[in-house]
Structures are given as structure tokens and as C-alpha cells.
């Protein structure tokens, strides 16, 4: 099994920043992909951004590009998610989730949510 967790959300301000932080541990692997989904009320949960094992491969959703930045530290199986110019509309519950490529086209494990919320 693995256990993922995230951290660090909190109530910022439009304009402003923080950097969410995912830990996996338990039978993980470093090759396993890692991504960052967010759910606002009332919408549907959406993928926000992701990274492969190396993290020479990346994804942004639209709404986020130039803004967010995903990153990984294999030696810690920790992913980081840093969000910069933050709006009101980036206020959401963000989940940490992660899988074994070899294994599964659907992410697996799942953290249980660290909110987020811009005021304006």
C-alpha cells in the first residue's frame, strides 16, 4: 500500500503564493508519476498539473500555466506544488495523488485534501 499526505495549504490573499507539499510513503517507487487535482464546490475535480519520475515530463492544465510549478525529490518521495499569483478561482481542496506507470493508467493513491482558499 501507499500513503500519500499533503500539506501546506491555507487562506492567502489574490496575488500571493504557496507552496503545497505531497509525501508518499509505503511501497512507492521513484518511477511511480505524481499529480496534483483540485476540487472547487460544486465542480467536478479536475487535473490541475503532473510529473513523471524525473521530472523531464510535465503538465499543466491552462488555467494554471505560468503560474504553478510542480516539482519532485525522489530521495524524499516528496512532490511540491508552487502557486504564484494566486485568484479567487484557484480556491479549491487540492489532492496529492500518485501511480506506477507500469501498472496503472489511473492514479491509485490519493491524499485526503489540504484546502485552499484566495480571498479577493
Known amino acids: 500500500q501507499v500513503q500519500v499526505v499533503e500539506s501546506g495549504g491555507g487562506l492567502v490573499q489574490a496575488g500571493g503564493s504557496l507552496r503545497l507539499s505531497c509525501a508518499a510513503s509505503g511501497r512507492t517507487a521513484r518511477w511511480y508519476e505524481m499529480a496534483w487535482f483540485r476540487q472547487a464546490p460544486g465542480k467536478e475535480r479536475e487535473l490541475v498539473t503532473a510529473?513523471?519520475?524525473?521530472?523531464?515530463?510535465?503538465y499543466y492544465a491552462d488555467s494554471v500555466k505560468g503560474r504553478f510549478t510542480i516539482s519532485r525529490d525522489n530521495a524524499k518521495n516528496t512532490a511540491y506544488l508552487q502557486m504564484n499569483a494566486l485568484k479567487p478561482s484557484d480556491t479549491a481542496v487540492y489532492y496529492c495523488?500518485?501511480?506506477?506507470?507500469?501498472?496503472?493508467?489511473?492514479?491509485?493513491?490519493w491524499g485526503q485534501g489540504t484546502q485552499v482558499t484566495v480571498s479577493s
Open positions: 495523488a500518485t501511480r506506477d506507470p507500469q501498472l496503472s493508467h489511473e492514479y491509485d493513491y
Open positions: 510529473i513523471n519520475w524525473s521530472g523531464g515530463s510535465t
